[in-house]
Nanobody, 116 residues
Framework: QVQLVESGGGLAQPGGSLRLSCAAS????????MSWVRQAPGKGFEWVSG????????VYADSVKGRFTSSRDNAKNTLYLQMNSLKPEDTAMYYC?????????RGQGTQVTVSS
């Protein structure tokens, strides 16, 4: 079955960096666009970024543009999110999702907390 497992979350200071990973299995990863979404405490889901199946095209939410970079390694069936210049408002549970819009199958999430 389709499985997505996120990792790499944790506590970071404002201005710091984290790199999230999403290991995919149960489907042909290289043929699907993928996305990252997040959910802050008490709020709804926010789409963060989308990446094409080959990785050549990426789109970002305005809230993270210029700070976050999404990439993928299709040989390793893994999606990444490099997060730099982190802000307290980036604190959320981060999920990877199959598909560009974020509305597809999701993993269990990894918590990112940005605090001094």
């Amino acid at each position: 079955q389709v499985q997505l497992v996120e990792s790499g979350g944790g506590l970071a200071q404002p201005g710091g960096s984290l790199r999230l990973s999403c290991a995919a299995s149960g489907f042909t990863f290289s043929t699907y666009s993928m996305s990252w979404v997040r959910q802050a405490p008490g709020k709804g889901f926010e789409w963060v970024s989308g990446i094409s199946s080959g990785g050549s095209d990426t789109v970002y939410a305005d809230s993270v543009k210029g700070r976050f970079t999404s990439s993928r390694d299709n040989a390793k069936n893994t999606l990444y999110l490099q997060m730099n210049s982190l802000k307290p408002e980036d604190t959320a549970m981060y999920y990877c999702a199959r598909g560009f819009s974020g509305g597809g199958v999701r993993g269990q999430g990894t918590q990112v907390t940005v605090s001094s």
